[in-house]
């Protein structure tokens, strides 16, 4: 989560909210790729940390799935990161703020728990929650 962490401090000194992401290989403890928030940057609403962190993988492996990964993100993933990590066949959600108004993972529709999500992966909170929220807090009290 430390990387993750790394990655959301970047973007928000892009101007992007302080989102980041690591997928990694569990067996080897490698990071396959890792992301913060660029949708500012790249004028894209879909350049999301997870999703960037997502395709960045999928290049890297030659492979749509990540099947075995883990992914690793500041900020619980909102419906369409939820339905990415689905897709890709992610093996494990590390997440750590909550969020309450945009999450779709423990929050609001709750994705993996629809009976029409294809998979689920094995989901733990709050890992980094602290640090994470913290950032995302800073970030917006500075633009009010």
Do not use: W
């Amino acid at each position: 989560m430390d990387i993750a962490l790394d990655e959301a401090r970047a973007a928000a000194a892009r101007g992007e909210v302080p989102v980041g992401a690591v997928i990694l290989d569990p067996a080897s403890r490698q990071v396959v790729a890792a992301a913060g928030n660029r949708t500012r940057e790249l004028n894209d609403p879909t350049a999301h940390a997870e999703v960037l962190a997502i395709r960045a993988a999928c290049a890297r492996l030659g492979d749509e799935r990540l099947t075995g990964l883990d992914l690793y993100v500041t900020l619980e993933p909102c419906a369409m990161c939820a339905g990415a990590i689905s897709f890709a066949r992610l093996r494990r959600l590390y997440f750590g703020a909550d969020d309450p108004k945009g999450g779709a993972v423990a929050s609001g529709p709750r994705f993996f728990a629809q009976a029409t999500c294809h998979h689920a992966p094995e989901v733990y909170d709050g890992i980094g929650g602290e640090a994470a929220a913290e950032l995302l807090k800073a970030f917006f009290r500075d633009r009010r």
